[in-house]
């Protein structure tokens, strides 16, 4: 059975008519009461319910014309309730050009005339959290502002501003029709191992600590990791973000990202007097000192990774005049070394792992010399997150991976459940996700990257729980116990 969207007024019903083929459309008429039993008596089976309307904002900041999308539903029988997948219909909103705000919604049985104070809701029906109670699935609600507080209904204007909002309703029904297309009973299957690795909780904590400790401002050259929560975050609690060290006021502290830096940066901050802790992720300096080793003694050092990423940057700059990056078979098949007797290889340690591979098998083909790393220099939890991608790829209608698109390891997984044959889309947040990726999808695999906070995860797992009921189940996978020492300074 298909979700419902619940249209209370008769001019509501108006403005959306046909403007929601093949969408179930229940009319529940005005006020609670009302409203409460038609949705009662007309759900039959639906797994989730849209309540699509105008309203009176009660916040300020609104205008006549903007959109309210509820997170939560106030004033009826049942309490506060949440509306989960409000996240989701917020941005499928936006895509369509309207300005939404996302916020609780009140629900009253008389028509508020006066200002409302006080009651922290954006906005006032008289319908929503009645349904929503009466309803017993999640429900998702959105309205259209008619009257503000300095344009009250009893006011010149408001026919025209009501004629506007229905106008804006219309303009909201293919959004509309996106949720209820993908609200349905669904499956999540959640990867494991996904997030957070012990490389980056390092990271985060380096800086954390450094914040406690430093009596002034904790500066970090680049992102400390590739994920904008992460730095956001961080941000927030007072680190500064820079791009060079050059910008570092001399003799303040600054930490260096987990990606790794070439010795000219370290040198830098040296002559400006620096504090340096050093966040590097110690599977970064591994491949570091592999590149030193192999270039001491003359050889030339086949990178393969990607040439702009922030990681090959600084492990080419350990040795630039002997490190040649290789980003694929095809350059491998190119590639002149000075001396074919010489040679070495390393890897960057986020790449997907098959096609590193075959990189390297057409270096070994070309140079039966090559000297490899004594251990994989993809790392484990770029290794264990692209196993566990694959198997719920390969039993998901859809992957859903969160991570920043600079993170090349989260960029991977998407790759990796792609070359399953399964659709797959590489997310910020769940308010990335397009409701136009669901429809049809009973079961939706989740990973992360391992930069991407595992709170994302949890919260992309509560907004799909807001389209329908959803069973959540964990992929066996490994386990990762692995834990890296914090720097000297900060332990
Ligand atoms: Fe270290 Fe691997 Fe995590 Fe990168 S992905 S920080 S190399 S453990």
């Given at each position: 059975m298909s979700a419902v969207v619940a249209i209370p007024l008769r001019a509501e019903r108006a403005a959306l008519a046909g403007r929601l083929p093949g969408t179930r459309v229940l009319r529940t008429g005005m006020g609670p009461a009302r409203s409460a039993a038609r949705t009662r008596a007309g759900l039959d089976g639906a797994p989730a319910v849209l309540v699509a309307g105008v309203a009176g904002a009660l916040d300020e900041r609104l205008r006549p014309g903007d959109v309210v999308v509820a997170d939560e539903l106030r004033g009826g029988p049942a309490g506060a309730i949440a509306s989960p997948s409000a996240p989701l219909l917020a941005a499928a909103l936006r895509r369509k050009g309207l300005t939404v705000h996302v916020g609780p919604l009140l629900t009253r049985a008389d028509v508020v005339r006066g200002p409302l104070t006080g009651?922290?809701?954006?906005a006032v029906d008289m319908e929503s959290a009645a349904i929503a109670a009466a309803a017993g699935t999640p429900v998702a609600a959105v309205r259209v502002v008619v009257d503000t507080p300095r344009h009250p209904l009893r006011s010149p204007g408001t026919v025209v501003r009501g004629a506007r909002a229905l106008a804006v309703l219309r303009r909201a029904a293919p959004a509309l029709q996106e949720w209820a297309a993908a609200a349905r009973p669904r499956e999540v299957l959640l990867a494991t191992p996904r997030s957070f690795c012990a490389g980056v909780e390092r990271a985060v904590t380096v800086v954390e600590r450094a914040l406690e400790r430093a009596s002034g401002p904790v500066y970090v050259r680049r992102q400390i990791v590739h994920n904008a929560h992460v730095v956001a975050d961080l941000e927030n609690r007072g680190a500064v973000f820079v791009q060079e060290v050059g910008e570092v006021p001399e003799g303040a502290t600054v930490v260096l990202a987990a990606h790794g830096v070439a010795p000219g940066v370290r040198e830098d901050a040296d002559r400006r007097g620096l504090a340096v802790v050093d966040a590097t992720c110690p599977l970064v300096t591994k491949v570091h000192s592999e590149v030193r080793r192999y270039s001491r003694r003359g050889d030339t050092v086949f990178l393969i990774g990607h040439a702009d990423h922030e990681e090959v940057v600084g492990t080419r700059g350990e040795a630039p005049h002997r490190v040649v990056v290789v980003e694929d078979a095809e350059q491998a098949e190119r590639v002149q070394p000075a001396?074919?007797?010489?040679v070495a290889y390393v890897m960057q340690t986020t790449l997907a792992v098959d096609e590193a591979e075959q990189v390297a098998t057409v270096l070994r083909r070309r140079f039966p010399a090559l000297s490899a790393p004594r251990s994989d220099d993809i790392c484990y939890a770029t290794t264990n997150r692209q196993r566990a991608v694959r198997e719920i790829a390969a039993a998901s209608d859809l992957v859903l991976v969160l991570g920043s698109a600079n993170s090349s390891n989260s960029q991977r997984l998407a790759e990796v459940a792609e070359r399953e044959g399964t659709p797959a889309h590489l997310v910020?947040?769940?308010?990335?996700?397009?409701?136009?990726?669901?429809?049809?999808?009973?079961r939706v695999g989740v990973t992360a990257g391992?930069?991407?906070?595992p709170h994302l995860v949890d919260d992309l797992v509560t907004a799909l729980g807001g389209l329908g009921p959803l069973a959540v189940r964990s992929a066996a996978g490994a386990v990762e116990d692995v834990l890296f020492a914090l720097p000297k300074e900060l332990s």
């Open positions: 009651t922290g809701a954006l001396d074919p007797e010489r910020e947040d769940a308010s990335a996700v397009d409701l136009r990726w669901l429809a049809g999808a009973a391992a930069s991407a906070p």
